[in-house]
């Protein structure tokens, strides 16, 4: 790993095994992007790669350089007005109402280590000689802005990390109108775009589209990243596949509104943008003001989607969650939401509680209804204990639960507010909207201004004192509904452009100090499901809700898709209730655990109305899971078959030192008469010999890579699929098996 700086053709090339990024001065002493990709040696001059030419319509800023035009050229960080006629990366306007900006290079830093970003998420480093940054140094004169791009690689991670700071220098008044976080130009554009679309119940489900010339986007308006996109896509090649090729990934260390764009020019070139959505916002700058926006972690891999995967994984785990819980294999909890939603008592949530620890459960979440006069439509925003359902409050629930050998969790909805409760009618300022405009509702609840610091604190504040004497061991930190209405009286007129950003901002501060007060606390996210499960959140919360939909067959296609830019350690997965609540459907109850256990596990029904063979099943079920979590946890994950023909599908994960491994397999719907399938399995070691536990049959890793675990089923008369023998728990339909392998000596 290296960032090297050449000053006699003012190129920059940083460099580590996984890939090379070089950019350098331009002719106008702006800055231009010249290789992104695979390692390539360093060489004193490279300027070699600046290409730019005089076409049919392009115009040149400098007059005796017609060859050099912004519009031909793959720019760094680009401006607006000078003849570059792409999407720009930023926009400033100053008092003249001019938008029209030009960079120039002035100066660098090159050091160890990586800095933070104040009240953002952001990546972080333990020693400094992990990391190298590099600060490039833009002025505008005119316009009398600094803009500061930082980057920073690793040495043992295949990312880099990319924000940008502005400064206004002089002393007029500008707005920021555009400042998105990164901007990448590429030489072509042979690319399949991969996004992660859904909506609520159905989220990050893995949507591919090859990049034509024009404009590929997503985005969020909504105040959260969202269920319907998420901030993060990928790039491959058309050949790349799980197992080989080029991909990048760009994950948006954010939470808020966001935008991805991929334009591709005439000819031929692609640009790539991320950053908060220039829509709805502006900055305001005064003299000597500073802006920083949020990171974006560029990803980059040789070894295709699942090498990819891995790279993000690992970062995302090891360097961008924090805390005790970072490293720990999660405990497995029961959550009280779909077996009681509000309707309990301390009576109820005990009896759940008493048959919860004879099974190993080992963490009890209390989830909504709790507090203040909670229905449907009330009592959201009133952090007290309701007495009529917790006669001894949390403090003495939690000792309860404590002594029967489990830890205790609460769920919590901060930034909302039912209008129905004490909060609102004495506060009714607290909430986002426009006055003498009406106020949409969702879910029944407004959105609190958590642009307004003293909103924070107040709400802070009521939390501090409900939890006061509880023993606490984690928290559900919901969202549950998008934002409308976004204006805030705490904020003047020229300040309205800030409101989303000033939102999540208030979202992180609190987070921060809720990490403060309870530093050993496992945080869960969660926004109706997976609306806000982003990179931004891992900083302050190691594990998210994956999705309300808690179906098996669903949540395979969910946890498939959520995988690509996101580590197991991250998604909360449950086994819930059958029929299921969402979407009414049957499935075993093993496959309902083989599809959970590769996440953060847990259970959301009520062991009291299960019978005895179900009651042992979930005992297995648990001590399964905590003899092999921390290998599923923390083990490199591979994709093997895909759910998306609603067919087979599978994935599996490898320990460090490839002695053990564990195969998912899912059947979603059956077939008959089907031929034979060979599930070829990954990352397993081609010399050793594994044993597939239970059966007694030993496989060479290689064979089971190159032939594969195969069906033998006897296609001619009636399918029945005979997984190497046992079992015939996938001629069904959601039927599912777990292989668990082990090397022999
Ligand atoms: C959201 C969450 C659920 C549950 C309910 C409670 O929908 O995603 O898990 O906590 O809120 O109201």
Not at 488 to 495: G, I, K, L, P, V
Request: net charge negative; with cysteine.
């Amino acid at each position: 790993m290296n960032i090297i700086y050449h000053p006699s053709s003012q190129t920059f090339h940083l460099y580590n095994d996984f890939f090379s990024y070089i950019i350098g001065v331009l002719p106008d002493g702006g800055l231009g992007q010249y290789y992104y990709g695979r390692p390539i040696r360093d060489r004193k001059d490279q300027s070699h790669f600046f290409e730019s030419s005089n076409r049919g319509m392009t115009v040149w800023p400098l007059e005796d350089r017609p060859d050099y035009s912004p519009e031909t050229t793959q720019l760094e960080y680009p401006s607006l007005g000078r003849g570059d006629y792409r999407e720009p990366a930023y926009e400033i306007v100053s008092q003249n109402g001019s938008s029209i900006s030009d960079l120039k290079y002035t100066s660098h830093r090159i050091y160890d280590g990586k800095p933070p970003i104040k009240g953002l998420p952001h990546s972080y480093t333990e020693c400094d000689d992990e990391a190298k940054t590099l600060e490039i140094d833009l002025k505008d004169k005119i316009k009398g802005t600094l803009l500061t791009l930082i980057y920073t690689i690793y040495r043992d991670y295949g990312v880099m990390t990319r924000s940008v700071k502005y400064k206004n220098t002089g002393q007029a008044t500008l707005y920021l109108k555009r400042a998105l976080s990164m901007s990448l130009d590429l030489p072509d554009h042979d690319y399949i775009w991969m996004q992660f679309s859904g909506a609520w119940g159905r989220e990050r489900i893995p949507h591919e589209k090859r990049l034509e010339n024009g404009i590929t986007a997503i985005d969020s308006l909504r105040g959260h990243s969202s269920h319907h996109q998420n901030p993060f896509v990928i790039l491959r090649r058309p050949e790349t596949t799980e197992t080989q090729g080029e991909a990048m990934g760009f994950s948006f260390v954010y939470s808020g509104n966001f935008l991805a764009l991929a334009e591709v020019d005439n000819y031929d070139m692609t640009r790539i943008l991320m950053g908060i959505h220039p829509q709805n916002f502006s900055w305001k700058l005064e003299g000597g003001d500073s802006f920083e926006t949020p990171e974006v972690i560029m990803s980059f891999s040789s070894e295709g989607l699942n090498g990819l995967s891995h790279t993000l994984h690992v970062f995302l785990r090891e360097r961008v969650a924090r805390g005790p819980w970072r490293d720990r294999p999660r405990p497995i909890l029961l959550n009280s939401w779909e077996a009681l939603q509000m309707d309990f008592t301390e009576g109820s949530i005990l009896r759940m509680a008493q048959k919860a620890s004879k099974l190993g459960i080992e963490l009890f979440v209390l989830d909504d209804g709790w507090f203040g006069q909670r229905t449907e439509a009330s009592g959201l925003g009133d952090w007290f204990v309701d007495v009529s359902k917790l006669p001894e409050g949390l403090s003495g629930l939690s000792k309860k639960i404590n002594s029967l050998g489990m830890d205790f969790g609460v769920w919590i909805e901060p930034e909302m507010v039912s209008p129905d409760s004490e909060l609102y009618r004495s506060h009714p300022d607290f909430v986002l909207h426009e006055p003498a405009r009406s106020m949409s509702l969702g879910r029944n609840q407004l959105v609190l201004d958590f642009s307004n610091p003293h909103v924070v604190d107040y709400i802070f504040g009521m939390l501090m004192r409900v939890f006061d004497g509880a023993n606490i061991s984690y928290i559900k930190w919901d969202m549950n509904r998008s934002i409308s209405e976004c204006f805030s009286s705490f904020w003047t007129a020229d300040r309205q452009g800030e409101i989303y950003h000033r939102y999540i901002l208030g979202v992180y501060e609190f987070y921060e100090r809720l990490i403060k007060a309870y530093p050993d606390v496992l945080i869960e996210s969660c926004a109706s499901g997976g609306g806000r499960f982003d990179a931004g959140m891992l900083y302050y919360a190691p594990q998210a809700w994956c999705s309300d939909d808690t179906d098996a067959c669903e949540r395979i296609k969910i946890q498939y898709g959520t995988s690509y830019g996101y580590p197991l350690s991250s998604m909360g997965a449950h086994v819930s209730a059958c029929p299921n609540g969402q979407v009414n459907r049957f499935t075993p109850l093993s496959t309902r655990a083989n599809v959970a256990y590769f996440g953060a596990f847990g259970y959301e029904m009520d062991f009291n109305h299960l019978g005895d063979e179900e009651l042992n099943e979930i005992k297995a079920q648990i001590k399964f899971m905590k003899e092999n979590r921390e290998l599923i946890q923390f083990g490199r994950f591979y994709r093997l078959i895909s759910p998306k023909d609603d067919h087979l599908s599978s994935w599996m994960v490898v320990s460090p030192d490839r002695s053990r491994a564990i195969v998912g397999l899912y059947k979603i719907l059956n077939t008959v008469n089907a031929g034979f399938y060979h599930i070829k399995l990954l990352g397993l070691d081609p010399q050793k010999d594994y044993l597939i536990e239970g059966t007694g049959e030993i496989y060479g890793g290689d064979e089971l890579m190159c032939r594969g675990i195969s069906s033998k089923s006897d296609a001619s008369t009636n399918g029945v699929a005979k997984f190497l023998g046992i079992g015939q728990d996938l001629d069904r339909d959601f039927g599912s098996r777990i292989y668990v392998l082990r090397e022999v000596r």
